[in-house]
């Protein structure tokens, strides 16, 4: 039997010696309860640790992370996630971020087929057919997929702000702003999108919902 994975669990002691070191009631405080006031919605990628990259503790960030980092509406996973941060939690903070090299968005960029991820991937390639003008015009493919991942993101925080979670969040006076960055992995920076999304009126008309008073 492969015994690699007993790493974790000694990782874990150290882990939970090295807090108790530096903070003897950290476990205690942490008991009590999380208000966090962000949520970030990254891409599955090993390489991308929310908590990590952002230099927060434990208790200070609500993570949802899928393959490509996709907000889609029949997610229910994602979708109560949301739900549960805006209404429960209540975050003033939602950040998706993306990365540049991400798999995801390389293999949408192609025709070739890797399974059920398939249809998730049918996602990003409608962004990318959306924008096929000024990304079939990139004749670099690292380039176009730096590009695509960018817009992925701006997409899917689009697609965070047509929620009616967010959208009810909004009406009834939350002060809730949704971020768009992506993370690179050869420097370990992020860049900010700037495409911030804190009302209804940044996203078109026919996607606000009237909202009773």
Same mark, same amino acid.
């Given at each position: ?46 390489? !991308?640790? $929310?908590?990590?990259? @952002?230099? &927060? ?7 949802? *992370? +899928? %393959?490509?980092? /996709? ?33 995801? !968005?390389? $293999?949408?960029?192609? @025709?070739? &087929? ?7 991937? *049918? +996602? %990003?390639?409608? /962004? ?57 992995l050869n420097n370990g920076l992020i860049t900010e999108l700037n495409v911030l999304h804190d009302e209804t009126d ?12």
């Open positions: 039997m492969d015994k690699a994975y007993l790493k974790l669990i000694e990782g874990n002691r150290r882990f939970a010696l090295s807090k108790k070191f530096d903070d003897p009631e950290f476990f205690k405080k942490l008991s009590l309860g999380q208000k966090p006031e962000y949520l970030w919605i990254g891409c599955s990628d090993s390489r !991308v640790p $929310a908590n990590e990259v @952002t230099n &927060t503790e434990s208790g200070e960030m609500f993570v949802h *992370r +899928n %393959i490509a980092n /996709v907000v889609v509406h029949t997610d229910f996973n994602l979708m109560s996630v949301v739900e549960y941060a805006v209404n429960v939690l209540e975050v003033k903070h939602i950040i998706v971020c993306g990365h540049y090299g991400c798999g995801g !968005v390389r $293999a949408a960029m192609g @025709t070739s &087929t890797f399974g059920l991820v398939d249809n998730w991937l *049918r +996602n %990003i390639k409608d /962004v990318y057919f959306k924008h096929r003008l000024e990304l079939d015009n990139i004749e670099d493919t690292d380039k176009r997929a730096d590009r695509l991942t960018e817009l992925n993101v701006i997409e899917q925080v689009r697609n965070l702000a047509k929620t009616k979670i967010v959208q009810g969040a909004w009406h009834g006076g939350k002060k809730i702003e949704i971020h768009g960055w992506v993370y690179g940044d996203i078109e008309p026919i996607y606000r919902y009237k909202m009773d008073k």
